[in-house]
């Protein structure tokens, strides 16, 4: 025989504590329904939970506070780094710091870079060239609104630095902004001259590089 369940009884910061997991959750979902260009290829098998755990810890707060932190309002800086992949990540390919800020006028933008050529002994499969895919998200404050996206692309040169440079559209105040980069590699093209990417699985290295608020 089994007995029957006991409901147990919850404090005040257990309560609080499952609503930010179930924010979290749902939030976590969200980032990565927006990044599923770059995610589809393949990330490792924890990626969500380790997405999830991240962004729990960005919405705890006190017990003794009222105040619940959202996307909008908590500080996710801590996100910056964020590896989807945690044996293919980014900076071990991309080590140059890509500087984002959120200008006065609501843009998104990356001042001028130079990425050096890849070195083709730290990269895991044989390869013609490569690009580095960012793209930028911009979830609204206001409820209901769909999720802005923007992709730019930049195919790196073989033996010389590429230069990056990018700016995006003006995002409503209160826009929270996230912006997540990848490393694609190809090998040969098809008749059409399309590229055949060999990604996959065990090398797909995607990194969340910026998050603000407009």
Not at 70 to 88: Q, Y
Not at 148 to 165: A, Y
Not at 193 to 203: I, L, P, T
Request: proline residues 7%; aromatic residues 8%.
């Amino acid at each position: 025989m089994q007995p029957c369940p006991v409901d147990p009884k919850q404090s005040k910061g257990t309560r609080v504590s499952s609503a930010n997991f179930r924010y979290a959750v749902e939030q976590s979902k969200g980032i990565k329904n927006g990044l599923r260009p770059l995610l589809q290829v393949g990330t490792d098998p924890y990626a969500s939970q380790r997405l999830t755990g991240a962004l729990h810890k960005a919405f705890h707060f006190p017990q003794n506070s009222s105040k619940h932190l959202t996307l909008f309002s908590a500080d996710l800086s801590a996100l910056v780094g964020f590896e989807f992949h945690k044996d293919s990540q980014l900076q071990d390919y991309l080590p140059e710091t890509l500087s984002f800020r959120i200008t006065e006028s609501g843009t998104v933008q990356l001042p001028t870079v130079a990425i050096e050529p890849l070195l083709s002994m730290r990269v895991p499969i044989s390869y013609r060239g490569g690009e580095v895919a960012i793209l930028v998200l911009g979830f609204p404050a206001e409820e209901g609104r769909a999720v802005v996206t923007e992709v730019f692309g930049f195919e790196l040169e073989q033996s010389v630095p590429t230069t990056l440079t990018l700016e995006t559209q003006s995002f409503p105040t209160g826009t929270r902004i996230i912006v997540a980069a990848q490393l694609l590699l190809w090998d040969t093209r098809t008749v059409l001259g399309a590229k055949n990417y060999c990604n996959s699985k065990q090398f797909n290295p995607v990194q969340i590089m910026f998050t603000g608020v407009v």
